[in-house]
Every structure is written in C-alpha cells, then in structure tokens.
C-alpha cells in the first residue's frame, strides 16, 4: 500500500470555527509532513514528524496545531484561521532515515476560510 | 525559502512532442528529485537523483544533473495529454529537508 490518505478532501470554516484535518498512511513510514500550498505557488513545508515528534516546526502561526497520535497518522487542529490561510494542505510521509528523501504525499484537503 | 527555480514557468507543445524542463538550486544537495502535480491534487514523485549521478532515466523520463552548474533538467520524450501538469523540483540539501522549486505548468495538446 504506497497510498497516503486525507480527510476531508474540502473544508470551509468560519474564522471561530475549529476543525482538523487527517492523514493516514500504512507504509510504515515514521515520518510525516504537514505543507500548505497557495495556487500557483510550490509547496511549503509547515512542520515535520519524526517518529511521533515534533522535529522540525517551521515558524508556523499557533492557530495550526499539529498532532502525530500514532505512527499512521497525523492531524492538523485549526483554530481562529484568517481567510489568508485559505490553501491547499498536503501531508506527505517518508522512510525516516533521511527527511530529504523521496515523499509520498496524500491528495490533500482544499480549505476555504470564510 | 524556495531555492529551486524552474525553467520555463509554463510550456504549451502538442502530442508526440518532447518536453523539456529545467531546474536550478543555489546550495549543494544530497539529491534532486522531480515531482508531478495533476490540478489541485498531491504530488507525485517522479524520480530521484543522486548527487553523484549526472543522468537517469524512468520509463519516457530522462533527468540530467549538473552538480557544477547546480541545475538539472526533466525531459519527457513523446508526451501525451495525461502528461499535462505542474512539475516541480526538489532539493534534498544538508538542512534534511526538502526545498521545492516554483514550477512548471505543462500542457500537452491533443
């Protein structure tokens, strides 16, 4: 299974809304990523998991709170967006032996925030 | 920061055509890798290259890496309508993360 999943696949919230986004991968891999993506723009990497730590946070605003509860999954709790947070959020996992190796990536979730 | 930059930032050719893209980076790398990206869905890997390696190929793709000039180049040899796409680069440097290029928006017409 080289497939990595997310839910839901769209989502618009409110700006007092709270909500959270999955990913799920059963490839044994024990790192994951969380990157938002504006359109037309290259993916930029929010916060890293390495075996179930926070390794890398990349000065991500609070209001995104990341959570690694197993080795298959990872959340992404949101709370108080602005609409300027409105992207694509792709989560990706890999082999842990080395970050900058090839990653496999979900087919991300399309948040809108009203 | 983004140190990859793609060459050129759009690409329009016809079926049967050949597609070549190109990838410049500022820092030494571990490994380049090339990505696919259909409209508004996850990416794809592609392929991976070392940074001992000057060319590989996958199938129609063919990937050059000129560590001298820090640039690579994706060639997709007789393209096809599922072939259009953004493709991005990706270094693998010394900070053990990926930095991904701006892009490359190519559209193959039937």
């Known amino acids: 299974d080289t497939e990595v999943t997310q839910t839901p696949k769209h989502l618009v919230m409110g700006m007092t809304n709270k909500k959270s986004l999955k990913c799920e991968q059963h490839m044994g891999h024990r790192a994951m990523y969380w990157y938002k993506q504006k359109a037309k723009k290259p993916p930029e990497l929010m916060f890293v998991?390495?075996?179930?730590?926070?390794?890398i946070n990349e000065s991500v605003p609070s209001r995104f709170s990341p959570e690694c509860p197993n080795s298959s999954l990872l959340n992404l709790h949101l709370h108080a967006l602005q609409p300027e947070d409105s992207a694509l959020y792709l989560c990706?996992?890999?082999?842990?032996?080395?970050?900058?190796?090839?990653?496999?990536f979900g087919p991300g979730t399309r948040l809108t925030v009203l | 920061s983004q140190q990859g930059e793609e060459d050129p930032q759009a690409l329009s050719i016809q079926e049967g055509e050949n597609a070549t893209m190109n990838c410049s980076y500022k820092?030494?790398?571990?490994?380049l890798q090339w990505y696919r990206q259909n409209s508004g869905r996850g990416l794809v890997h592609l392929i991976l290259i070392r940074s001992n390696e000057r060319e590989k190929h996958s199938g129609r793709l063919r990937v050059t890496l000129d560590t001298s000039k820090k640039s690579s180049s994706l060639l997709i040899t007789a393209s096809r309508a599922a072939d259009t796409a953004s493709y991005f680069c990706?270094?693998?440097?010394?900070?053990?993360?990926?930095?991904f290029g701006k892009g490359t928006l190519l559209t193959v017409n039937p």
């Open positions: 998991y390495s075996y179930e730590k926070l390794s």
């Open positions: 990706a996992s890999s082999q842990v032996k080395s970050l900058r190796d090839t990653q496999y």
């Open positions: 990706a270094s693998g440097g010394s900070n053990y993360k990926l930095t």
């Open positions: 820092t030494s790398i571990n490994n």
